[in-house]
């Protein structure tokens, strides 16, 4: 098992411009989100899914889509980045009622 | 407002000494609290998680406890290795959404 993969490792991108970040599990989890971790904050909840074609928002969903067309893959799109986004994003899988958390490595996101 | 706060200061201590680390919560009434683990650079990995009917957890050299009167969970590492160095995390969740709330994290430093 890969477990949790995201791609890519590394991202700079200028205000305004569009990009997805992709995460995929082959562990056939329900469960998927999205986090991002900045210096002092923590991980603050973007988007998550509970299964395929159901989405829902965290805390801090404004700047980013997200959908859920199979239970492998949940991509996070940004559609017109924001220096504010500059940050590094965390994918997570867990089973249901388990709810241990496994996460990918990391997309580091720098918006100028 | 819900909110998490965990020791901001990093934590020092001695080989061979036993780390305690603080997650306390308000404005919230978590069904479970996991603790995870996180290195430089790398996602969180799950340590353990404790249900709010529990009073204590164990696993190998780490307790966890949970008290919800306090609205506290206190993390223990007993005979701290150098190895222990890294950010520890707490999360808080309710129900079996997989959704989590996470505080900002606690380094710990244990000198040789």
């Known amino acids: 098992n890969a477990g949790v993969t995201q791609t890519p490792k590394f991202q700079v991108l200028k205000t305004g411009q569009s990009m997805t970040l992709q995460c995929a599990q082959d562990m056939n989890h329900e469960y998927m989100s999205w986090y991002r971790q900045d210096p002092g904050m923590g991980l603050r909840l973007i988007h998550y899914?509970?299964?395929?074609?159901?989405?829902d928002q965290g805390e801090v969903p404004n700047g980013y889509n997200v959908s859920r067309s199979t239970t492998e893959d949940f991509p996070l799109r940004l559609l017109s980045a924001a220096p504010s986004q500059t940050s590094v994003y965390f994918c997570?899988?867990?089973?249901?009622?388990?709810?241990?958390?496994?996460f990918g490595p990391g997309t580091r996101l720098t918006v100028l | 407002s819900q909110k998490i706060e965990q020791n901001s200061e990093a934590l020092n201590i001695q080989e061979g000494k036993t780390a305690t680390l603080t997650c306390n919560y308000t404005?919230?009434?978590?069904?479970?609290l996991q603790w995870y683990r996180q290195d430089p650079g790398r996602g969180p990995v799950f340590l353990l998680l404790?249900?709010?009917?529990?009073k204590e957890k164990r696993k190998e050299r780490l307790k966890v406890t949970f008290d919800t009167t306090l609205k506290q969970s206190l993390f223990h590492i007993t005979a701290s290795q150098p190895a222990d160095s890294a950010t520890y995390l707490c999360?808080?969740?309710?129900?079996?959404?997989?959704?989590?709330?996470f505080g900002q994290g606690t380094t710990l430093q244990v000198k040789p």
């Open positions: 997570a899988s867990s089973p249901p009622r388990l709810n241990e958390q496994f």
């Open positions: 404005n919230y009434s978590p069904a479970y």
């Open positions: 999360a808080l969740g309710t129900g079996n959404t997989g959704k989590l709330i």
């Open positions: 404790i249900r709010e009917n529990e």
């Open positions: 899914s509970v299964g395929a074609g159901i989405t």
